[in-house]
């Protein structure tokens, strides 16, 4: 690691210690500047004239740093949206006797943030208003989560596989790389405190969804005593909310329990980490028996009627991680056999010019998930489908992009884009695939000016910390405090944006807290970050970062 990288790399801390990190992080964008008029906002419609400045590759990878990394942390340890731990006596002295072991390991004193509001099961949608003054210094440089949460009774009270999944798979993305950065890390940002609080985080919500936390001793969210899944459980009345098993449920929980297994099969990547709730011998044991009853219960064409032919690209990436940690050459034959029925499936639905059909009414989107799994599953032996997914990315770089806008278009002939937060997920998964396991060229350029379009000028992100403020960026977000209502908002995705190509306006569509959608995207956008370079290995390809680099 260079000496610019270092010093970049130093800059990085947490929400929490917005104090001592606030001002430190250097302008995003480049040294030229026209003499163009700044942005200018009116009600929720962002219009502009020409760019103040360059907004380079580097620039939007620092944005999807910080945008994922606020989307985690709100979520994980702030905003009350979900259930909380410790939330019963049992939980309470866990806790009252882990904390003390994490922060006696962790070489630190206290947690940084005052007051956490630890989320173990995530509720599927919130309102990110801030209910009361938000106090993000306490006067140590921690922020006061108790002044942070959300309001639930605006909440839709409910867990799903989804929610919880992508919330903790944000988790064990931060915690594996946290084990070779510690002598780089701030000493404020408590990094090794922060990996076992995620890590526990991880196994207690495993231990409430799939193992004992329902109302009949079973899982909250399996059916009795198998793994298949439910698609939503109310824990505040104990009742399910819906009880049918959808595709994208199991493939995202399979895909966290993959990547998870790969923290734990590497001795939780050299944590001190208090005795793991969950032995390593059973994650294995639940990754495998998810991976197996996800392949028993939806075949590739039922996939495609149940939902779109985008599921299929969701399903790929989640066997691509299962299938390079099974744990038996006879679950990875069969996974990889899985693997090359969903991509003939993929291929019965793409047209010569390379357009998936059957998709979501995004297609870039469609076309940016199933390419990315296509990819991320020929990473299994006995699976190759580069030149489907080469193709399909193809279609997507090529005639979805609109140069003249900046963005990917959502058809081919549309005249208003509608951009979901799973949406540029999806498109984000893309290009991050095009990017790190083709080397396509110029992907790179195109996702600077796609990010800066929908995440700052169209405001897919609401707002941003002091530690990524730039006030002389093209598109500068508001703090959280100047981002609407009485107290602020916090700093988390919108869950939709639209884009006007007739008038060159964006606007603000749907300003919920969409978790399973934001999560998802938070986990992608970590991928293509600076730590989805050389901060972080791997970019989100399986098996691509299972080993610590300083074991």
């Not at 010569?352 to 799994?373: C, H, I, K, L, P």
């Not at 603000?508 to 807290?513: A, G, K, L, Q, S």
Request: with cysteine; hydrophobic share 35%.
């Amino acid at each position: 690691m260079g000496d610019y990288d270092r010093r970049k790399f130093l800059r990085l801390g947490s929400v929490v210690v917005a104090g001592g990190l606030a001002g430190c992080f250097g302008q995003r964008g480049g040294e030229d500047e026209t003499t163009a008029e700044p942005t200018t906002t009116e009600g929720e419609t962002t219009t502009v004239g020409p760019s103040r400045q360059a907004y380079t590759f580097q620039d939007a990878t620092w944005d999807t740093y910080w945008y994922s990394l606020y989307n985690m942390s709100t979520n994980i340890s702030m905003s009350g949206n979900g259930v909380q731990f410790p939330h019963n006596e049992e939980q309470q002295e866990a806790f009252d006797q882990r904390v003390p072991a994490m922060l006696e390991n962790a070489d630190v004193n206290e947690s940084p943030v005052k007051n956490p509001n630890l989320n173990m099961a995530a509720f599927t949608k919130g309102d990110p208003s801030f209910t009361e003054e938000p106090v993000l210094d306490a006067g140590d440089g921690r922020p006061d989560a108790s002044t942070l949460k959300w309001d639930v009774e605006k909440s839709s009270k409910t867990v799903s596989p989804s929610s919880l999944a992508w919330t903790h798979l944000k988790g064990v993305t931060w915690a594996k790389n946290f084990e070779d950065h510690f002598d780089l890390l701030p000493d404020a940002m408590a990094p090794k405190f922060r990996s076992q609080v995620l890590t526990t985080l991880a196994q207690i919500g495993i231990n409430a969804a799939l193992l004992v936390g329902g109302p009949e001793e079973n899982g909250a969210l399996t059916k009795g005593e198998s793994l298949e899944l439910v698609s939503g459980f109310n824990p505040v009345e104990g009742e399910l909310v819906d009880e049918k098993s959808r595709p994208h449920h199991h493939a995202a929980m399979l895909w966290f329990l993959s990547d998870l297994n790969s923290l734990a099969q590497n001795e939780w990547y050299g944590y001190v980490n208090p005795e793991p709730l969950i032995p390593t011998e059973k994650i294995q044991e639940l990754t495998d028996g998810m991976g197996e009853t996800t392949m028993d219960l939806f075949a590739p064409a039922d996939i495609v009627e149940m939902e779109s032919t985008r599921s299929l690209g969701e399903m790929l990436g989640a066997v691509g991680w299962f299938g390079t940690h099974a744990g038996s050459s006879d679950l990875e034959s069969r996974d990889a056999d899985y693997a090359n029925e969903l991509a003939s499936e993929v291929e019965a639905h793409v047209t010569s010019s390379g357009e998936v059909e059957n998709g979501v009414e995004n297609q870039a989107a469609t076309q940016g998930s199933v390419g990315q799994g296509l990819l991320w599953a020929s990473q299994i032996e006995g699976v190759d489908h580069t030149d489907l997914a080469t193709t399909v990315l193809e279609y997507m770089l090529d005639e979805l992009w609109n140069q003249e806008a900046g963005m990917f278009a959502s058809g081919a002939d549309a005249t208003t884009y509608n951009v979901t937060a799973r949406d540029a997920g999806d498109i984000t998964g893309g290009v991050n695939a095009a990017d790190a396991v083709l080397g396509m060229n110029e992907v790179q350029e195109t996702f600077a000016i796609c990010f800066n379009q929908a995440f700052n000028r169209g405001r897919l992100q609401r707002a941003e910390r002091p530690q990524s403020r730039d006030d002389d960026s093209e598109y500068p977000l508001p703090l959280p405090t100047d981002a609407g209502g009485e107290y602020g908002q916090a700093a988390v995705y919108n869950t939709e944006v639209q884009y006007d190509t007739d008038a060159d306006e964006w606007s603000v569509t749907d300003r919920t807290f969409d978790c399973e959608q934001a999560l998802y995207l938070a986990n992608q956008d970590i991928w293509m970050s600076q730590w989805g370079g050389e901060f972080f290995e791997g970019r989100g390809v399986p098996g691509k970062n299972d080993t610590p680099a300083s074991s």
